[in-house]
């Protein structure tokens, strides 16, 4: 039997630095080191034993007592829920998570009232960071600690805080080993890329960058459009003083972090020309994201576009690997996860009735340096590599983009994504 070959992560140390990274030491340094290598084995060698247990003693046995092998996924978890391999492989997953969060909490946490202070003095006196203190953070959100990150997205140790911000960007890189870019920004570059070459020439005027998060995946949209207005909104204070203040480190500064809910936007119908998201969806609930969907379609303008990126819809998929997918939904704190990956959402936007009447789908791969590792053809670890899913719809009329791009092939009929 030949051993698999197994690439190493990136080091840590190849994370992009900017005026808002951490202060990290030898052992933060080897603490992600390990972890991403140890989540890189995990996700190549080690989950494949879950099919050779399925195949050689869990159906087997399911088979025995009910005549018949499993019928879905739900019988499949219900067969696999006792057997040894499958829950070592699950242990050892969410052991990962928790000790990536152990280790991010240990550097910020420490540092915590100096990467305050930075973040305030790169904030000052800008008019480019809006917070909401009276903003409810609806219950999707505020009732879990989502993928084991204590206190969330939210958590708040001392005024002004920004350290939830601070761990989620300094573990994201050893959680995604190196596939989302040194920056974490292939997935806006990947769009921007997308977006260039569905409409080149076009320049959208006005930009929303819906669940923005730190703003991994504005910063490079808004590079990409110096001249468009960017509005990215988020839920999390933490995460959007920090993100403000990385901007700015990073000299983009068309971007206004705006804190809100989505789900109910505080712009005039077809102020966008351009509205797009990055895995945010799965992060919401049925009813959030039938309502942040309709809002993205009020706001874009005519002959503009949204796109949305998520992990791939189990369309299609086979019933044991829809199992290990919903992993995250029943040990990872993302209750929506499953849902989201079962709605067909091309007819869910046809159901909400959108004006956008073009509905297209298409993937989007993670843009990142020469030296980071690149997605290699379908395999995307369960939403944790480099390769998305996309949806979106175009507001006619079609071809208004065109402006200043006269004779540019534009979108082929039926949609920019074919
Ligand atoms: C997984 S993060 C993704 C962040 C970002 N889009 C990225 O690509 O890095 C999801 C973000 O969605 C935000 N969020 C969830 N529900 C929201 C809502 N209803 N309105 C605004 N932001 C929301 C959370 O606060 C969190 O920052």
């Not at 050779?52 to 018949?68: C, D, K, L, N, T």
């Not at 829950?87 to 946490?109: C, D, K, T």
Request: net charge negative; with cysteine.
């Amino acid at each position: 039997m030949s051993t698999p070959r197994i690439d190493c992560a990136p080091p840590w140390s190849d994370v992009g630095r900017h005026a808002m990274s951490p202060e990290a030491g030898h052992d933060d340094v080897a603490r992600f080191n390990f972890l991403a290598n140890f989540n890189k084995y995990m996700s190549s060698v080690v989950v494949g034993g879950n099919a050779v247990a399925y195949e050689s003693r869990v159906r087997p046995r399911w088979e025995a007592e009910h005549g018949r092998p499993p019928r879905d996924r739900r019988e499949i978890r219900a067969a696999m829920s006792s057997d040894p391999y499958y829950r070592m492989w699950s242990s050892l997953r969410r052991s990962a998570m928790e000790m990536r969060q152990q280790a991010g909490r240990s550097l910020v946490l420490r540092q915590a009232e100096s990467l305050r202070d930075r973040a305030a003095a790169l904030n000052a006196g800008a008019d480019t960071l809006r917070l909401d203190a009276s903003l409810e953070v609806p219950r999707y959100q505020a009732a879990i600690d989502n993928h084991c990150m204590p206190g969330s997205y939210f958590a708040e140790y001392l005024p002004g805080d920004v350290s939830a911000a601070a761990n989620y960007d300094a573990g994201m890189f050893a959680t995604t080993t190196g596939l989302f870019g040194r920056f974490l920004d292939g997935a806006g570059r990947g769009v921007a890329e997308w977006l260039a070459r569905v409409r080149p020439g076009w320049s959208p005027r006005r930009i929303l960058d819906l669940g923005c998060g730190l703003g991994h995946n504005t910063v490079p949209v808004a590079r990409a459009y110096p001249r468009a207005e960017v509005v990215a909104i988020d839920l999390a204070a933490p995460m959007l003083r920090y993100g403000h203040a990385r901007a700015r480190g990073m000299g983009v500064e068309n971007v206004t972090f705006m804190q809100g809910n989505v789900e109910r936007l505080p712009f005039a119908d077809g102020h966008f020309d351009f509205v797009y998201s990055t895995m945010f969806f799965h992060e919401t609930s049925h009813g959030a994201l039938r309502r942040i969907l309709r809002e993205a379609d009020r706001v874009l303008a005519g002959g503009g576009l949204h796109i949305h990126l998520e992990q791939p819809p189990y369309r299609g998929m086979d019933e044991f690997e829809k199992f290990l997918r919903d992993w995250d939904c029943y040990h990872n704190n993302e209750p929506f996860w499953t849902t989201l990956h079962d709605t067909h959402l091309p007819t869910l936007l046809g159901e909400l009735g959108f004006r956008g009447d073009r509905v297209f789908e298409t993937q989007i791969h993670a843009i990142v340096e020469d030296e980071m590792p690149k997605v290699a053809g379908e395999v995307e670890d369960y939403g944790r590599g480099g390769m998305w899913y996309a949806v979106g719809s175009e507001r006619a009329p079609f071809d208004a983009w065109r402006g200043d791009a006269a004779g540019a092939d534009g979108p082929a009929p039926g949609g920019p994504a074919r």
